[in-house]
């Protein structure tokens, strides 16, 4: 069973922007880690997007578009992925990850339906 | 850029094990950490184990240990990972990556069936 909770399902409309959640369990701040991000399409690898601690520390896989940007909710110990103006091409699963000692937690991944 | 290529499909039978290699070009295995992940037909992503420099040993996760041996041939820049006493349920695709996974290989299917 994954550590981090994602929902398994989210949908939005081309052009419109996606809010992809990230929860931690109560025991481990979201304040006090990096959040990975990583896209998943069918029969590929996964592609590392970004990381996001705060608005200071944060950054860019190469090559990802500037429309993928993390945040954090700290009030709901959440880690957020935001994709503004959704393209057909960002229908994928989507992966939360922190790596808080020595080995890597994960989330159980959202699979984004562009409609 | 780094850039891991890994090696073709395997099938084993039940208790049998497999050997993947993953080559590293555009850096040398020295300069990285490498991480091995696996992800189950339909499921989502679980780390195996992996290199960590602070404590120069390589570490693997408890549901592994004992099963699983991760090397690496610095000669050929090729990091290994071998699975021992396969069962149906290690049916999987095998990743390497490197450090925090910034960089994926393409993967490696293992299909363990009698």
Redesign the interface.
Known sequence: QPVLTQPPSSSASPGESARLTCTLPSDINVGSYNIYWYQQKPGSPPRYLLYYYSDSDKGQGSGVPSRFSGSKDASANTGILLISGLQSEDEADYYCMIWPSNAPLFGGGTKLTVL | ?VQLVQSGAEVKKPGASVKVSCKVSGYTLTELSM?WVRQAPGK????MGGF?P??GET?Y?QKFQGRVTMTEDTSTDTAYMELSSLRSEDTAVY?CATP????????TLVTVSS
């Open positions: 850029q991480h989502g992503l679980e780390w960590d602070e404590d570490i996760a990743y925090h996974l910034t960089s994926w290989g393409q993967g």
